[in-house]
């Protein structure tokens, strides 16, 4: 055997990303919140940007029946658009406009300036949902009433509209509520009063051992209470549970042309380049100045680009989404298709990964909710075909016998006869995330 050492050449290609070309796939999987936060950053420390006076609308119109459709940028107001935007209560005036709201009633009520008084601290005192949590003893020697006292002033207060405003729970809300003697008043009255934990777990033959009611009307009960009474009765005017709210980034809507996919820019701080120094370049004197004020611009410049791009790939796959996924817009989530991060990129071209950048973290709304843009795409079986895991588990919910529900083993059993190999708990929080009850809750009884 003979050893030696031996010295060749050998040629490879290797792609070697530039530092603007990791910066455009960065914004690209930036969600809205994290890519403010970077357009914040570069504002501050690059002179050469600023912040746009009026953000444009980007809208991508989707006729029916054709393909791809096209892109517009525009700066004229969408009026429709517009008005959905105005509908929704700005995060700032919810507050206000809850408060606003009582304190007009209270203003219309022939009452002492005193209990005027009490009345506005109340309100004051009053939480976005609309229930008043303070402490009774504490609000009491606050505003300097008995609890005699107080509590009548708040049974004033709580013949304000909404109805169920100021009350201290649940129960005191809902029974605000149904305060008449119809029969069916009367009957929520009684399982409200005693049966709200029976009801949260779905008890209903107890309840109706205990009352005397058939399982019908119980049942037929709940279904009022569940569908006529507001459990949060400052819903709409300032809500507890609003800052867990998720702006789109995409607003799918439909008219007689076909599908508009709108992307929200509202939310997204807007740039361009500060036309105060745009002047200065090439004009001062200092060369180290001058190549200063050139390399921040030429920083700029590919920022707006890489922002841009961003823009025009999420549109892009937004519509091929659409496009893919039409009976869903149509008919609702059961019509989901199979669908994968390699469909879209084939259909615009582009690699596997610019999707899954693109999807991150994004949002779409259209007329069955806010979904986040990766629900539209399967999961893999252990075959290696495409199902959407959470549309079989719906349908197998769907068609469970209602009298009998599966149990998460059971639904899991079923997954895997279609192919579908997941645990029981897998399933379990694939059902928590679609918020479909569990086996008790699910149970209907005849």
Known sequence: MQLGMDVSIQQTQKLALTPQMEQSLS????????LNQCIEEEVLSNPMLDYAKEPEKKEVRRSQG???????????????????????????????????????????????????????????????????????????????????????????MQTLEPCGVFARDLKECLLLQVEGEEQMQRQARLLIEKYLDEIAQNKIPQISKQTGLTTAEITK???????????????GYGCANRNEYIYPDITVKEDEKGY????????????????????????????????????QYQKAKILLQNIGKREETLAAV???????QREFFEKGKA?????????????????????????????????WGIFELKYFFSNKTSDGNNCNVLTCIQEIIRSENKQKPLSDAKI??????????????????????MQIPNTQMRKEYV
Request: with cysteine.
């Open 27 to 34: 914004v690209l999987q930036m969600g809205t919140e994290e």
């Open 66 to 156: 054709e393909g791809i459709g096209y892109y517009s940028r525009k700066k004229t107001e969408d009026t429709d658009y517009q008005s959905y935007l105005n509908a929704i209560a700005d995060e700032k005036s919810e507050d206000t406009e809850l408060a606003e709201y009582l304190r007009m009633q209270l203003y219309t009520k022939k009452i002492s300036p005193r209990r005027q008084k009490i009345g506005k601290y109340l309100i004051e005192c009053l939480e976005e949902s609309g229930y008043l949590k303070m402490d009774m003893d504490e609000l009491a020697k606050g505003i300097g009433l008995s609890k005699e006292e107080l509590e009548r002033e708040i049974r004033f």
């Open 221 to 235: 009960t709940i279904q009022y209470i569940k569908e006529e009474l507001e459990p949060v009765p400052g819903r």
């Open 260 to 295: 508009r996919i709108i992307l929200n820019k509202e939310k997204v701080h807007t740039l361009e380049l500060n036309r105060e120094y745009l002047p200065m370049l090439g004009q001062v004197h200092s060369s180290e100045e001058n190549k200063y004020l050139k390399e």
């Open 318 to 324: 937004a519509e091929a989404i659409v496009d893919w």
């Open 335 to 367: 019509s989901l298709k199979p669908m994968n991060l390699l469909d879209i990129a084939q259909e615009l071209d582009v690699h596997e990964s610019t999707v899954s950048r693109a999807v991150r973290d994004k949002y779409l709304e259209c007329r």
């Open 412 to 433: 899991a059993e079923q997954l895997e006869k279609k192919g579908i190999r997941i645990s029981r708990r897998t399933v379990t929080k694939y059902r928590e995330q």
